[in-house]
């Protein structure tokens, strides 16, 4: 291992090559923590809408430390000083950003953890591996966490013109063929620059951030909150909380080792200790997956009829519309379910829910994108666009959807 060369160049099909600027940060890729990220899936079951989404966190996470390196590269030479020890901590916070997403992105946060999110997570891994690491992740720890006193570092990793959702929406466009949402990262990124300690983009660089939030409202109708897509990512979890309902009700259900122990276990926030971290570190999507294919043979009508419409994409109907769905409507599916299936009530609502979507593009309540002009005047984007009205794209769109069985 020593003998390596350990400043290895990756070749990404979006960037080209992309190089590993430190032996540290070779060390962390290399991790069995961060080499997980091959098996959990980018865009969850997207792939059932667009057969090209199976791409992988881990492919996300490398393209945007990329994009860091250049952002670096691009304020250092318009005079920002940014020591090797910030630069390192920012390539190392944002390289760790997704460390914690659990098998198929978020279905696993609502159903078999109770409210333990995966940013929650990653800080875990992150505070594990600061102690493998003799406390060399402690700058980038404090970055994530917002506590480093230069606020632009956080922006970068997590702002509205972040790192992270310039290399996801440039890849996911690519990935799923969607080229609406592409967008020319490259270009916004030689457009920054800090202005009383925050990131700004220079004035000339409005038409590409006009694109930017637009591609993002686009990718979010399209793909990421594609009727198909919600269906099943729906379904996942519902299929991973009735595997929990009915293990601690006593059934043993086939699974691997790492999944019986969230199925076995009731797992919070205050009691996800370093064997859970661990036991979590091992689960990814195989499991989910190895998981159906059991299950699909189970007496149980719920999970087993689950796990076949998950396998064979032989989903729930969907409806979306604005306003809500009458209390009448829901009623008379459960109803025809209940009946037609000779199921309960409570095993009819795995099949007949509601819920809501929301598409935000741009946020103007805070972290707003900000335009430096020549004069020195510093605007919001949306006060300064003169194409498209920005300001309608920060609205928040609410709509609500209905999921039941199809009619034979």
């Known amino acids: ?45 997207s792939y059932l809408v667009y057969p090209g989404a199976h791409h992988t966190r881990f492919h996300h996470a490398l393209g945007a430390m990329h994009l860091m390196q250049k952002a670096v590269q691009v304020l250092r030479f318009k005079g920002i000083e940014i020591s090797e020890q910030e630069s390192e901590a920012l390539y190392i916070a944002i390289l760790l950003h997704d460390i914690g997403h659990g098998p198929f992105s978020h279905a696993m946060e609502h159903s078999i953890v109770e409210n333990v999110d995966h940013e929650s997570i990653s800080l875990l891994f992150m505070d594990i591996l600061n102690q493998e690491f003799n406390n060399r992740l402690t700058l980038a720890i404090q970055i994530f966490k917002n506590e480093h006193p230069r606020n632009f570092f956080y922006q970068l990793i997590s702002g509205q013109l972040d790192m992270d959702r310039m290399d996801y929406l440039k890849r996911d466009s690519f990935y799923t063929g969607v080229s609406e949402g592409s ?8 457009m920054l620059n800090v202005f009383e300690d925050n990131l700004v983009v220079e004035e000339k660089g409005i038409y590409s951030v006009e694109k930017f939030i637009i591609a993002r409202r686009l990718m979010y109708w399209q793909v990421y909150l594609h009727k198909t897509s919600l269906v099943a990512e729906q379904l996942v979890t519902r299929l991973l909380k ?104 409570e095993e009819a609502s795995y099949f007949v829910f509601t819920g809501q979507i929301t598409n935000q593009a741009y946020s103007m309540e805070k972290d707003t994108i900000n335009l430096y002009k020549k004069s020195g005047e510093v605007i919001d984007v949306a006060n300064a666009s003169d194409q498209l009205n920005l300001k309608a794209l920060s609205k928040k769109v609410v709509k609500n959807y209905m999921c039941y069985p199809k009619t034979n």
């Open 1 to 45: 291992m020593n003998s390596q060369n350990k400043l290895k160049i990756i070749n990404d099909p979006i960037y080209g090559f992309i190089t590993i600027p430190s032996i540290l940060v070779f060390e962390l890729i290399e991790h069995r923590y961060f080499q997980r990220l091959r098996r959990i899936s980018q865009m969850g079951m």
């Open 183 to 190: 967008v020319n990262s490259e270009r916004l990124i030689s």
């Open 242 to 345: 009735r595997a929990k309902e009915l293990t601690l009700k006593g059934k043993e259900l086939q699974a691997s080792t790492a999944l019986s122990y969230f199925l076995n276990h009731s797992v919070t926030k205050n009691n996800f200790d370093l064997e859970t971290l661990d036991t979590f570190s091992k689960l990814d999507d195989f499991d989910i997956i190895s998981a159906m294919k059991y299950w699909v043979s189970e007496d149980d009508f719920v999970l087993s009829n689950i796990s076949e419409m998950l396998l064979h994409r032989d989903l729930l109907k969907i409806e979306i519309q604005f306003d809500s769905f009458s209390e009448e409507k829901i009623i008379n599916a459960k109803k025809k379910v209940m009946e037609k299936y000779n199921i309960l009530e």
